[in-house]
């Protein structure tokens, strides 16, 4: 049983820890400048112990990220190709020891790229080396995780071709640059009617092999590319996230709205099934879902947003949530006010300035673009 435990307005704000905010729209920093702002990452691209942000999407413009200088942020070209890119995930792909970033074709593009890192030679002005690795298929990628999904030592890549109706595994070849080099295996087909979307990975079976989840199922490796598909729940249309948030057993699942309205849901395997426990009622358009330890207490949270504008629809109240739970199954639920009405798409929580503590970065995909918000974790209130 999940005990759900209400706020308690102990801080002079309302909330369990303090928020330093900075802006492009107040002009803290240079705005990302592209169109609509499908994705985001965080990631340690400069091997300098703070995570850089990296922001992607439709327009001429279609990769920039930007990294901490002094005070501020400074805004860096990566991709002007008019990629029309969305998802996103990060790797080490061609080997040399750093970070390469990858993002798939949005609904325009049936195409799937990499840019390779030029560490630790950065021009904000210059482009990065772009590979293709898939144009062939139907159109929209809309996600893209990185893991070891086999235990082979080696990382494979999972997309979702969601108009194709097909969940596609590929391993990174010898010669990654080589787009005839990639193999993409079906793991998962359907009818291309349903909108199964979200991936997150995590050891759900406790076999020492991270687990695929997403579109309410989670993924168990047999041999080879033999994969099983084992279903949650019927939340096809869903952000993912997993993790030990009820210590003790398998990993817990965590499920939003994504595209559409719905609630955020917590599910525990007992009793040789997943139990479902609705945290928060409705969410809509929760694109936005992370778990993470962000008070520092040693136990996982849950961080989930909605949007505030999409096509053909909006929502001007949007809520951020943080669900602080305690390891045991109890959860304390905040709403963060001050970010409320920006929206939220692809917003993500990581270390910005190296001090520990997790910050939240604030994206809306349509309302008042283009524009970014930068939340820094000042502990505890």
Not at 4 to 29: Q, Y
Not at 324 to 336: P, R
Request: aromatic content about 10%; overall charge negative.
């Amino acid at each position: 049983m999940i005990l759900i435990v209400a706020c308690r307005n102990d801080s002079p704000t309302g909330e369990r820890l303090k928020w330093e905010h900075f802006s492009s729209a107040n002009g803290d920093f240079a705005a990302p400048g592209i169109a609509e702002q499908a994705a985001l990452l965080l990631l340690d691209i400069d091997k300098d112990g703070k995570d850089e942000i990296f922001v992607a999407g439709w327009g001429d413009t279609s990769v920039v990220w930007y990294r901490q200088k002094g005070k501020t942020w400074e805004r860096c070209l990566l991709d002007r190709s008019n990629s029309h890119s969305i998802g996103g995930s990060f790797c080490d792909l061609d080997g040399d020891g750093d970070i390469d970033v990858l993002f798939g074709g949005a609904w325009k593009s049936n195409e799937i790229w990499w840019w390779e890192n030029p560490y630790p030679d950065y021009d904000p002005q210059k482009q990065w080396k772009k590979h293709t690795i898939r144009d062939t298929g139907q159109n929209g990628y809309h996600n893209q995780i990185f893991g070891d999904f086999d235990g082979d030592g080696k990382p494979e890549l999972v997309v979702w071709n969601k108009r194709a109706g097909k969940l596609l595994l590929a391993k990174i070849p010898d010669d990654p640059k080589d787009k005839n080099a990639w193999e993409f295996n079906e793991i998962l087909t359907w009818d291309g009617q349903l909108n199964y979307e979200g991936l997150a990975k995590c050891d759900i079976n406790m076999d020492g092999k991270e687990d695929i989840v997403g579109g309410g199922f989670w993924f168990e490796h047999k041999t080879g590319i033999d994969y099983t598909a084992r279903k949650i729940d019927d939340y096809g249309e869903s952000g993912s996230a997993a993790g030990d948030l009820i210590k003790g057993g398998r990993p817990e699942v965590v499920l939003s709205s994504a595209d559409g309205v719905g609630p955020l849901n917590l599910y525990q395997w007992k009793n040789e099934k997943w139990e479902k426990t609705t945290l928060i009622e409705e969410v809509i358009h929760g694109h936005t879902l992370q778990v993470i330890d962000i008070d520092g207490d040693g136990s996982l949270d849950i961080f989930c947003a909605e949007m505030a504008e999409w096509a053909g629809g909006n929502n001007p109240g949007s809520k951020t949530w943080i669900l602080y739970g305690d390891g045991n199954g109890k959860f304390t639920i905040e709403i963060l006010s001050s970010l409320s009405g920006i929206g939220n798409h692809e917003s993500r929580i990581g270390d910005l300035n190296g001090d520990g503590r997790p910050d939240i970065i604030q994206k809306p995909f349509m309302k008042g673009i283009p524009r970014m918000d930068i939340w820094l974790n000042k502990g505890s209130n």
